[in-house]
C-alpha cells in the first residue's frame, strides 16, 4: 500500500466513521487508544487505485507550493510595500521548487516581534496608563515612517470611520451547544495558512446555528482574525463561499471590507500578513489572567495601503491565485477521499 492510498483510506467516509465509533472520552480528552488497530479499509483494485493517487499528488503539489508562498508572504509583501511593486512576488513564484524553498524564512513568527530594543520616551506620551515597553516600540513607529512615501497610512479606526471596514466578534454559546449538531463552531484554533480546518472539532445543531446565525452575518469574503489566544493571535482566515454555514467564537474578529473598490478583501488579507502589521498586533498584544488577548486595541492597528491603484491590484490578486488554489486543491482531494 503506497502512502497516498493510506492517506486516501484513511480520510474516506467510512474508515473517518469507524474512528468516531472507537472515540471514547479519557477524563478530559477524547481518545481511541489501541483501538486503530480495529479500524478496516478497502481499497479499489489498483487499476483504479492508480488513477485517482497520480490526481492526489498533483493537488498535494499545489496545496505544498502555494504554503511555500503563505509562508514567505510576510516577507514578500513588505518587501512589495517598500518597493512600490509586486515584483518580490513575481520573483519568488517564477523559482523552481527546490530554489523557492532554500529561500524560504527560518521562523516567521519570531520575526513578528521585531528586535529587542531600548529607548527613552517622556511620561507625557504614555496611553490610557499602558506601562508596556513593546507597546511604544519606536522601531514600528520609524518604519511606518519609511512605508509613508508608498503607502496611505490608515488606523483600522480610520478605516471603519469612512465605512471601508467594518468589525464584530463572535459569540461564547456554550460546551453544552458542543456536539449536538454538523454546523461548525470555529474557535482560536480551526484554521491555518488562511483557510478553516476541514475538521473543525466542535459542531453545533440547527437550532443554534439559527439562533446566532442573524447576529454573526457571515459571508463570503469575511476576514476572521484571533483577538485572545498566545501565539495565534493575529493569525487570519479568509472566508470563501463554502465556509459561509458556522458559528465563530467570542475570541475572533470578524473583518468585512465595505469598499472593496478601494479596499477588497484580498488587499486586506496581505496587510494583515505583512510583518509591520503583525508586529503591532504584538505590540498591542496583553496577558491577561492565564492567556493572551488584543482586547479592543486592533482598531488601533495601521494599515499601510500602496497608494498606487496597480500595486494594489497585483497584490490583491496574488492573494486571490492562492487562495482559489488552494481551495480548488482542498475540495479535489475531499472529493477524490470520498471515492476512494
Known amino acids: 500500500m503506497s502512502s497516498e492510498e493510506l492517506f486516501l483510506s484513511l480520510n474516506s467516509p467510512i474508515v473517518q466513521r469507524q474512528i468516531r465509533s472507537f472515540q471514547f472520552t479519557a477524563d478530559i480528552i477524547d481518545t481511541i487508544g489501541n483501538r486503530y488497530r480495529e479500524i478496516v479499509i478497502s481499497l479499489p483494485d489498483e487499476k483504479t487505485s492508480q488513477g485517482i493517487c497520480e490526481k492526489l499528488r498533483i493537488q498535494q503539489s499545489t496545496r505544498v507550493t502555494n504554503r511555500m508562498l503563505i509562508k514567505q508572504f510576510p516577507k514578500l509583501i513588505e518587501d512589495s510595500l517598500a518597493a512600490e511593486s509586486a515584483l518580490p512576488f513575481h520573483e519568488f513564484t517564477s523559482l523552481s521548487f527546490e530554489e523557492a524553498k532554500r529561500l524560504l524564512v527560518a521562523d516567521t513568527s519570531a520575526l513578528e516581534f521585531g528586535n529587542a530594543s531600548t529607548y527613552v520616551m517622556s511620561s507625557s506620551n504614555v496611553v490610557d496608563n499602558i506601562y508596556i515597553p513593546k507597546y511604544y516600540d519606536p522601531s514600528i513607529t520609524s518604519d511606518l515612517k519609511r512605508l509613508s512615501s508608498t503607502c496611505d ?124 502589521v503583525k508586529r503591532q498586533i504584538r505590540a498591542k498584544q496583553f496577558t491577561r489572567d492565564i492567556i493572551d488577548t488584543l482586547g479592543n486595541r486592533f482598531p488601533e492597528v495601521i494599515l499601510p495601503v500602496p497608494r498606487k491603484k496597480s500595486v494594489r491590484d497585483q497584490i490583491a490578486n496574488t492573494v486571490r491565485e492562492i487562495m482559489s488554489a488552494r481551495v480548488s486543491a482542498r475540495e479535489t482531494i475531499r472529493s477524490l477521499a470520498e471515492s476512494f
Request: hydrophobic share 35%; glycine share 8%; net charge negative.
Open 153 to 276: 497610512l490608515f488606523s483600522v479606526s480610520d478605516l471603519i470611520s469612512k465605512r471601508i471596514l467594518e468589525l464584530s466578534t463572535g459569540d461564547e454559546i456554550g460546551k453544552m451547544a458542543y456536539d449536538t449538531g454538523d454546523i461548525p463552531f470555529i474557535r482560536t484554533t480551526d484554521f491555518s495558512n488562511w483557510e478553516l480546518k476541514h475538521n473543525v472539532k466542535q459542531c453545533v445543531s440547527q437550532e443554534i446555528y439559527d439562533e446566532y446565525k442573524d447576529g454573526e452575518d457571515v459571508m463570503s469574503g469575511d476576514i476572521l482574525l484571533v483577538r485572545d489566544g498566545s501565539y495565534l493571535i493575529g493569525s487570519t482566515c479568509l472566508l470563501t463561499d463554502k465556509d459561509t454555514r458556522i458559528l465563530f467564537c467570542g475570541g475572533l474578529i470578524k473583518i468585512r471590507c465595505l469598499d472593496r473598490e478601494y479596499l477588497n478583501e484580498n488587499l486586506l488579507m496581505a496587510l494583515l500578513n505583512s510583518y509591520i
